[in-house]
T-cell receptor, first 115, second 114 residues
Framework: GESVGLHLPTLSVQEGDNSIINCAYS??????FIWYKQESGKGPQFIID?????DKRQGQRVTVLLNKTVKHLSLQIAATQPGDSAVYFC??????????????FGKGTHLIIQP | DSGVTQTPKHLITATGQRVTLRCSPR?????VYWYQQSLDQGLQFLIQ???????AKGNILERFSAQQFPDLHSELNLSSLELGDSALYFC?????????????FGDGTRLSIL
């Protein structure tokens, strides 16, 4: 079936730099996208979401960009801090007619912050 | 803290056995989702309940079942366990079934099959 995938399994950045994590999705029926952060031993933590009628959404130090033309999603983290070290997942939810569905997750990108 | 509580945190059992995992959703959330996370399959959606009723099914095996009780807590039952069932099992909750709202995850139950 269709799935969400990530381009890079590991991303290493210097503390204070900006990070960009990318995600490609293939389900054109998806209308809702979420980024999660997962630290070791914990469950996925909600970071930011975006609906398909938007191209960009900003939160505190994070920005999500959605390009529906090429089915691409990205998460930008400004001024990366040591606490940002984690695995980041993008997830999508397909527009459904009969009821709500669960999320389809990408494989994850491990973000490593270098001091 | 997401507000979603899962118990137990760890579970060790043998093949062929049956276990029950428990989830309490965030206060006010009516929808509960179960996910399985393994190294080879990643995070996969299993099943969703909304206000006591099954709403959607994902990649859930027939050996697995779930239910949501009147107080909205949910249980995931895994039976005839196999080595391949070793994984992290997460519960998530959201406020509504149909609207695009974020799902909030608990810290999971780590199931180890010996």
């Amino acid at each position: 079936g269709e799935s969400v995938g990530l381009h890079l399994p590991t991303l290493s950045v210097q503390e204070g730099d900006n990070s960009i994590i990318n995600c490609a999705y293939s389900n054109s029926a998806s209308d809702y996208f979420i980024w999660y952060k997962q630290e070791s031993g914990k469950g996925p933590q909600f970071i930011i979401d975006i609906r398909s009628n938007m191209d960009k959404r900003q939160g505190q130090r994070v920005t999500v960009l959605l390009n529906k033309t090429v089915k691409h999603l990205s998460l930008q983290i400004a001024a990366t801090q040591p606490g940002d070290s984690a695995v980041y997942f993008c997830a999508e939810k397909a527009r459904s007619g009969g009821g709500a569905d669960g999320l389809t997750f990408g494989k994850g990108t491990h973000l490593i912050i270098q001091p | 803290d997401s507000g979603v509580t899962q118990t137990p945190k760890h579970l060790i059992t043998a093949t062929g056995q049956r276990v029950t995992l428990r989830c309490s959703p965030r206060s006010g959330d009516l929808s509960v989702y179960w996910y399985q996370q393994s190294l080879d399959q990643g995070l996969q959606f299993l099943i969703q309940y909304y206000n006591g009723e099954e709403r959607a099914k994902g990649n859930i095996l027939e050996r697995f079942s779930a239910q949501q009780f009147p107080d909205l807590h949910s249980e995931l039952n895994l039976s005839s366990l196999e080595l391949g069932d070793s994984a992290l099992y997460f519960c998530a909750s959201s406020s509504e079934a149909y609207s695009n709202q974020p799902q909030h995850f608990g810290d999971g139950t780590r199931l180890s099959i010996l």
